[in-house]
Each structure stands twice: as structure tokens, then as C-alpha cells.
């Protein structure tokens, strides 16, 4: 299995970014998905997750992200995603993609700042 993130980088406080994961050498559909991070100097967290039933799609989150941050999969292209909007700076961190607990990305940078 391998995920593979993108679109990080640097945003201003209220701003918006999203990251993508692309994710290949499983079925995609079939595993619950996530997204941690690692803010300086704290140990990796828990952000969001999200699982599809049938025809429906099963969220989590973080009380620190819960809305301003939204989940979603796109099954067909294999692909998950996280919006982050109102960004703030304790949002700085390596975030990461992740299949149920098993596989990790590599990890993209976020950073916050003015």
C-alpha cells in the first residue's frame, strides 16, 4: 500500500488550504481512512476520519479542528481529502494520511502564519 500527500504549505491565519492523499495498493473503498499530525514539539494526534457504508459516508473529528476542518473521499479516484479552513496557527504541523491505523504517507507541511 502506498499514500501519497499533496497540497500543503504556507497559509495566513483565516486562510484555507487542502490536502490530498492518493492512495494505491489496496481497496480504497473498503478501509476507514484518517488524518493525523504533529505539531512542534507534541507528540502525533488525531484530526479526522472518515468510513463509507454502503452509500453513505461516516465522519469524525477532533474537537480542536471540528468545523473548520471537513473529510471527504472521492472512492473512484482512490483519493481522500481535507478542507482546512479558518486556519490557525496551532493548525502548524506535519500532517499525514492514514489507513486504518495500519499504513502511513510520508507527511506534508502545514504551516500557519502571518
Known amino acids: 500500500a502506498q499514500l501519497v500527500e499533496s497540497g500543503g504549505g504556507l497559509a495566513q491565519p483565516g486562510g484555507s488550504l487542502r490536502l490530498s492523499c492518493a492512495a494505491s495498493?489496496?481497496?480504497?473503498?473498503?478501509?476507514?481512512m484518517h488524518w493525523y499530525r504533529q505539531r512542534p514539539g507534541k507528540a502525533r494526534e488525531f484530526v479526522a476520519d472518515?468510513?463509507?457504508?454502503?452509500?453513505?459516508?461516516?465522519?469524525a473529528y477532533s474537537d480542536s479542528v471540528k468545523g473548520r476542518f471537513t473529510i471527504s473521499r472521492d472512492n473512484a479516484k482512490k483519493t481522500l481529502f481535507l478542507q482546512m479552513n479558518n486556519l490557525k496557527q496551532e493548525d502548524t504541523g506535519v500532517y499525514y494520511c492514514?489507513?486504518?491505523?495500519?499504513?502511513w504517507g510520508q507527511g506534508i507541511q502545514v504551516t500557519v502564519s502571518s
Open positions: 492514514n489507513r486504518a491505523t495500519i499504513d
Open positions: 495498493g489496496f481497496t480504497f473503498n473498503q478501509y476507514e
Open positions: 472518515i468510513m463509507t457504508r454502503g452509500s453513505r459516508d461516516i465522519r
